[in-house]
């Protein structure tokens, strides 16, 4: 079973920058799929943003497109989400998901990940 934790969330004005790390222990990310969701307070857990490992693709939610960048390191445990330009709307618990093999049409659905990290809680003031 692969851990995951989150880290790097906290506190930020609008239109600040802060950066998630998403960490894999016991088992390396190489060559996995993984994803960031976020749970906005009384909603549903929704998309941000995936990568597949191998040929380094990825996806965005139209929400944070051309403002937040998933991206990975190159030793295979870490992927992180680059938060630019924040929102009051971006508040949430993000979390990371992981899984070994996700169908392109898929990965934006949370029920394809088999492994999930607790969350870290973003917060943007107004």
């Known amino acids: 079973q692969v851990q995951l934790v989150e880290s790097g969330g906290g506190l930020v004005q609008a239109g600040d920058s802060l950066r998630l790390s998403c960490t894999a222990s016991?088992?390396?990310?190489?060559?996995?799929?993984v994803g960031w969701f976020r749970r906005a307070p009384g909603k549903e857990r929704t998309f941000v943003a995936a990568?597949?490992?191998?040929?380094?693709?990825?996806i965005y939610a139209d929400s944070v497109k051309g403002r937040f960048t998933i991206s990975r390191d190159g030793a295979g445990n870490s992927v992180y989400l680059q938060m630019n330009s924040t929102k009051p709307e971006d508040t949430a618990v993000y979390y990371c998901?992981?899984?070994?093999?996700?169908?392109?049409?898929?990965?934006?659905?949370?029920?394809?990940?088999?492994?999930w990290g607790q969350g870290t809680q973003v917060t943007v003031a107004s």
């Open positions: 016991e088992r390396a990310l190489s060559g996995y799929f």
């Open positions: 990568i597949a490992w191998r040929d380094i693709s990825t």
């Open positions: 998901a992981a899984d070994e093999a996700i169908p392109i049409s898929r990965m934006r659905v949370s029920d394809n990940y088999r492994y």
